[in-house]
């Protein structure tokens, strides 16, 4: 059988993880990558440059180099974080490349596929969209004191770490341009590829940008969505593994779903997820994905068998 053409969307360490199990499953990867990051090395980039923020494509770029030395080199070059309180304190050489290449060519994806060559990287790295980007939430419950209130909270870094309820998502600007790269990879790929990675932050946004909202409703791949191993966080306070297929369901009414993978830890209620799943067109995997002495994060050569599995499954007609 063929190897399946890919697109992954998402931001982080989430991404990070899938894209190093998607490896050994095929080298037809496009990672498309939120650019809606605030915080750290990435918002003092983006506060003093104007650039997108580096930080989630660095990760994405890391996590697909090629499996020797050299890639592992250049891998652990990028990733290197100068300690300190000087002005490179806090951060990653990686980021600091890659706007350098941003002010010598005009063209951002030139910057990146340099950093990818240099990595002899297994696919492309991409933003979702063309601008820097803002996300903005409705949380209930932000305020421990004031449970029922709703507070908006502006900024990534700030949604990520605020406790309560998200009721409702925004990106700002309201409808920025994607990249054409993007939206072709989405429409070109075999299987699209949503999560794992923080849910309000790192996943939902995509679907806030326009065009790669109506390149997933139109797209003839097959789109599944991975379910986080952690399903409590700050941003998702009091959500299940239903709560999250159903939040995708409310954020995109018009994108369907073809699969969605879940790690067996954070099934409740097999029969009342499956229903879930089979409510936005999905079928329901269940495969132990996590490490088994770190049950939050993923095992990638355990995450490459139930990747291999599922997108195996079933092609685009």
């Not at 931001?11 to 080298?27: E, K, M, P, Q, Y």
């Not at 097959?222 to 593994?241: I, Q």
Request: proline residues 6%.
């Amino acid at each position: 059988m063929s190897r399946p053409v890919v697109a992954a969307l998402g931001g982080g360490h989430g991404l990070a993880a899938s894209l190093a199990a998607l490896r050994f499953v095929t080298d037809e990867i496009t990672a498309i990558v939120t650019v809606a990051d605030n915080g750290g090395s990435s918002g003092r980039l983006r506060g003093e440059f104007g650039v997108l923020p580096p930080g989630d494509l660095r990760m994405a770029l890391s996590a697909l180099c090629e499996e020797t030395e050299w890639g592992h080199t250049w891998r652990d070059v990028l990733q290197h974080r100068f300690a300190g309180d000087g002005p490179l304190g806090g951060h990653a050489l990686g980021n600091l490349l890659i706007v350098a290449l941003w002010e010598l060519h005009e063209d951002p994806v030139a910057g990146l596929e340099l950093v990818g060559r240099l990595l002899n990287a297994r696919g492309r790295v991409l933003p979702m969209a063309a601008v820097p980007l803002d996300i903005e939430a409705d949380v209930m419950g932000a305020h421990p004191e004031q449970p029922d209130v709703v507070t908006l909270v502006r900024g990534q870094a700030q949604v990520a770490t605020t406790k309560g309820q998200v009721r409702e998502l925004r990106l700002l600007p309201a409808s920025p341009p994607a990249y054409p790269e993007s939206i072709a990879a989405i429409r070109a790929a075999d299987w699209v590829v949503l999560g794992p990675g923080s849910w309000f932050t790192s996943v939902m946004p995509h679907l806030l940008v326009p065009e790669l909202a109506e390149a997933l409703s139109v797209t003839r791949a097959r789109r599944l969505l991975v379910l986080n191993l952690e399903m409590v966080t700050n941003e998702t306070a009091g959500f299940s593994a239903i709560h999250h297929v159903e939040s995708f369901a409310a954020h995109a009414p018009g994108i369907r779903l073809d699969a969605v993978l879940a790690d067996p830890s954070v099934v409740d209620d097999e029969q009342a997820l499956a229903a879930a799943c089979r409510a936005v067109g999905a079928e329901l995997h269940i495969h132990r994905v996590a490490i088994a002495t770190s049950p939050t994060q993923h095992d990638r050569l355990r995450l490459a068998a139930a990747l291999q599995d599922v997108l195996g499954s079933g092609r685009r007609p």
